[in-house]
C-alpha cells in the first residue's frame, strides 16, 4: 500500500505557512531570512535576507561562507516545499562560486531544484546583492529523507 501525502495547497497558502511559523529555525533568524516567493510545479524559491553587519570580514564585505549559508538554506527550502512538507535534503556536498562582493544589507537568494529523486535531490541558487547583480551563484547535491516530526 503506498503511502497517502497530504492534499497540496496553493503556491499564496504554502508561502504564507512559511511566513507566519512559529517554528522557524534558530538559523533562519540569524540569517535574517523572508521566503518571498515560491513555485510548487516549477520547483523554486525566493528568499530575502536581511544581512547583519556582523557578518562582514575586515573589509567590509560579507564572509563568503554566510553567502553560502542563504543560498544553502534557500536550496533546501525549495525541497521541503516541492514535497508539500514531507521530505527534507541536508546537503551532501555544495559549490560556491563567488562573482562579486556582497556588503551587509538587503540580498536575494533564488534556488530551484534540478532534480528531485528519491536518493539524490540536485540544485543551484542565485545570490543577488540590493542592486540586483548576481554576487554568488551555488551548486548542491543533497539526499531527500522524509520529514521526521519532534
Known amino acids: 500500500m503506498s503511502e497517502i501525502s497530504p492534499p497540496r495547497v496553493s503556491d499564496a497558502d504554502m508561502l504564507a505557512r512559511f511566513q507566519?511559523?512559529?517554528?522557524?529555525?534558530?538559523?533562519?533568524?540569524?540569517?535574517?531570512?523572508?521566503?518571498?516567493?515560491?513555485s510548487q510545479d516549477?520547483?523554486?524559491v525566493r528568499m530575502e535576507f536581511d544581512v547583519s553587519p556582523s557578518f562582514a570580514n575586515p573589509?567590509?564585505?560579507v564572509q563568503g561562507g554566510f553567502i553560502s549559508a542563504?543560498?544553502?538554506?534557500?536550496?533546501?527550502?525549495?525541497?521541503?516545499?516541492a514535497s508539500n512538507v514531507t521530505m527534507t535534503a541536508p546537503t551532501l556536498e555544495m559549490k560556491t562560486s563567488y562573482l562579486k562582493r556582497l556588503m551587509p544589507?538587503?540580498?536575494?537568494?533564488?534556488?530551484?531544484?534540478?532534480?528531485?529523486?528519491?536518493?539524490a535531490a540536485f540544485m543551484e541558487a542565485d545570490c543577488f546583492d540590493a542592486s540586483g547583480d548576481l554576487v554568488a551563484r551555488a551548486t548542491a547535491t543533497a539526499i531527500p529523507m522524509l520529514f521526521k516530526k519532534l
Open 20 to 38: 507566519n511559523s512559529k517554528k522557524r529555525p534558530p538559523c533562519s533568524d540569524t540569517l535574517g531570512m523572508r521566503l518571498a516567493a515560491l
Open 42 to 44: 516549477e520547483k523554486w
Open 59 to 61: 573589509t567590509g564585505a
Open 70 to 81: 542563504m543560498m544553502d538554506e534557500a536550496m533546501s527550502t525549495a525541497v521541503i516545499i
Open 105 to 119: 544589507g538587503k540580498a536575494s537568494v533564488e534556488a530551484r531544484i534540478l532534480k528531485l529523486g528519491k536518493s
